[in-house]
């Protein structure tokens, strides 16, 4: 039952992913979350979230933002980006991720999502049949909505490291 929050791959940041390597596999779309996946919640884009995805558009991925958030906050991040993007996404719906492939062009077999969050990101990712790589949230200030969850994550967490060990 819990295997279906189980992500294909943990990473400690969205910084730290080979993207290269994962074109080299065939990826061609990614869908990222923003909200403590790429910088802290509310935070406008920075200097490093631009300079990726510069490299990510050099590389020859497309990428697309899914977020649970309204429109006004995801387009104020996308301003100095310029990205598609998808709000309201009502993840972990499977919705949201056809949504981004068809503005993106992708199919599940080559596209990847990125996020924080087992129970919206992996989950809604799994659904959608779209590998997966869970990053750890980049600022420890959080919602009280999230908070709570990250307790349930910590028990999926226990037993998906676990079934790691068992390998």
């Known amino acids: 039952m819990l295997k279906r929050f189980y992500p294909a791959e943990r990473k400690s940041s969205v910084y730290v992913i080979d993207y290269e390597e994962m ?13 403590n ?6 935070a406008p884009a920075d200097e490093r979230s631009i300079k990726l995805f510069k490299k990510l558009e050099e590389i020859g991925f497309s990428s697309c933002f ?17 990205n598609p993007y998808i709000f309201d996404a009502k993840k972990p719906s499977k919705e949201g991720y056809y949504q981004g492939m068809k503005v993106m062009g992708t199919k599940p077999s080559n596209t990847f999502a990125v996020g924080d969050q087992l129970f919206t990101d992996v989950w809604g990712a799994k659904k959608a049949r779209i ?21 349930l994550e910590r028990v999926v967490m226990f037993f998906y490291k676990r079934s790691k060990e068992e390998k």
Do not use: A, M
């Open 23 to 35: 074109y080299q596999k065939g990826y061609r779309g990614i869908l990222f979350d923003i909200d």
């Open 37 to 42: 996946t790429l910088v802290p919640h509310d």
């Open 66 to 82: 899914i977020s649970n958030n309204d429109e006004e906050r995801v387009r104020l991040f996308n301003e100095e980006i310029g």
């Open 131 to 151: 590998h997966c790589i869970l990053v750890k949230p980049i600022h420890p200030k959080e919602k009280w909505t999230i908070v709570l969850k990250r307790v």
